[in-house]
């Protein structure tokens, strides 16, 4: 099994890497089912494995033995009694049941980011909570969604995956109108709860004061709380002030937008995992000129297509060739004037009636939808919205967009328009 596993590991190591930390290991398995030992040389190896390579090394067993498994770690003399025990004795799981891509080991951070990536990965290996909550804020495309993905597998590899939850408070709102019990008791076996776009909790409050009850619920009794949120906390003009001061006691930290250097380094990654040839030159022209990681991710998908399907190495001339279609179709820049004339030529009306104060059941359905978007995709304050859509008080804003709520639960109709929407906004 090791020698499969070694020309495993090939794709993503170099044999010098290999030598180093892989071959001293004896991999051997335990009598009971789908479970492994891992043994290192001497305690000191087994220190410098546990703080340098091991969140690697797990990474790509679990890819390589697929979920399920078990994996025991201990040294050749049994001694736990050293500077090495941390690492000796211990067990982990394979399970990356939030996704296989999200891990510590992969997300790509330089200086910029470095204080956020080492206190996540700090929170997130702790055997007690030490940042309650810890609150992730960055700008779309910042990488929170990965980060926060990363911690929960990171967590399950100690406790059951059942016992976090990671979804959204639009989860939490359909939990709170199911009439199945309160988010208290809902979560009682719960270890951690793990909340993506937090920011949308303010839209919600049919959900504070439960949400308020969790939190506090879970903060007395040491349960980690990880949320990731597109505005920063202080911002959240619309939360309510206990909750708010709540979670600004807990630890916010705010990833920075990716820059050149960690681009650079993103394509490197991916062409090396698809074993995708591209000179130094053309990985540094993709990073310059693509900043959304997405659309880089689907530049270098047309590029290894190209590769599989005419069967050669993409010369520089196939390479401008894939590039100038890829620049035909940019991701576009979403703002308030996009999303208006969206929802204009939609709902065939002036833009300019958006901003007006027509009462007709039309115009007051698109006016709404209007602000519900920017609010939704742009994260913009609604005193902010009361101003783009003709100066209207912020109360209106925070009536359109609980309208348009309250129409989404109770029609799937409007809420498949909703969705229509954005992908026209996109």
């Given amino acids: 099994m090791k020698d499969s596993l070694r020309q495993h590991l090939r794709q993503s190591c170099t044999d010098e890497e290999l030598k180093r930390w892989f071959d001293p290991l004896v ?6 089912e789908r479970c492994f030992t891992i043994r290192f040389p001497h305690r ?8 340098t390579v091991r969140d690697k090394f797990e990474e790509q067993l679990s890819l390589f033995l697929g979920p399920g498994y078990t994996l025991r770690y201990a040294d050749n003399n049994h001694d736990r009694t050293a500077a090495g025990a941390a690492a000796i ?10 996704g296989h891509a999200f891990t510590l080991e992969n997300y790509i951070a330089n200086q910029k980011n470095h204080f956020p990536l080492a206190t996540a990965r700090q929170v997130a290996k702790a055997r007690e909570t030490q940042y309650n909550p810890f609150v992730i804020c960055g700008p779309s495309g910042s990488g929170k969604t ?13 406790v ?7 979804g959204t408070p639009d989860d939490l709102r359909v939990m709170v109108g199911s009439n199945s019990g309160t988010l208290k008791e809902r979560f009682n076996d719960h270890v951690c709860l793990v909340l993506d776009d937090f920011h949308r909790v303010q839209d919600l409050p049919g959900v ?3 949400l308020l009850e969790l939190f506090d619920d879970f903060h007395d009794s040491g349960r980690q709380m990880l949320f990731a949120s597109t505005q920063g906390v202080a911002g959240m003009d619309n939360l309510p002030t206990s909750l708010k001061s709540r979670v600004e006691g807990g630890l916010v930290i705010t990833l920075k937008q990716h820059d050149l250097d960690v681009r650079t380094r993103y394509v490197k990654r991916l062409c090396q995992s698809k074993r995708l040839k591209l000179t130094k030159t053309q990985m540094l022209t993709l990073a310059q000129r693509f900043e959304d990681f997405r659309f880089l991710q689907g530049i270098l998908l047309k590029l290894f297509a190209f590769k599989e399907l005419v069967h050669k190495e993409i010369q520089d001339k196939d390479f401008q060739s894939i590039l100038q279609y890829a620049e035909e179709t940019p991701a576009s820049r979403v703002d308030p004037e996009k999303i208006m004339h969206v929802v204009a030529d939609h709902f065939q009306v002036p833009v300019h009636e958006l901003a007006g104060h027509k009462r007709s059941q039309n115009i007051v359905f698109a006016r709404q939808m209007g602000i519900y978007l920017c609010r939704s995709l742009l994260g913009l304050s609604y005193p902010a919205l009361g101003r783009l859509f003709g100066g209207k008080d912020h109360s209106t804003a925070m009536y359109a967009v609980k309208k348009i709520d309250e129409r989404m639960a109770d029609d799937p109709a409007v809420k498949h328009l909703v969705t229509q929407l954005k992908k026209k906004c996109s």
């Fill in 27 to 32: 991999i051997t398995p335990c009598d009971e």
């Fill in 44 to 51: 000191f190896f087994a220190e410098w494995f546990s703080t």
């Fill in 89 to 98: 004795g211990a067990s982990t799981r394979t399970d990356f049941p939030f």
């Fill in 146 to 158: 990965h980060l926060l993905k990363a911690m929960a597998n990171e967590m399950s590899k100690t």
């Fill in 160 to 166: 059951d995956s059942n016992a976090i939850f990671y």
């Fill in 208 to 210: 504070h004061e439960a």
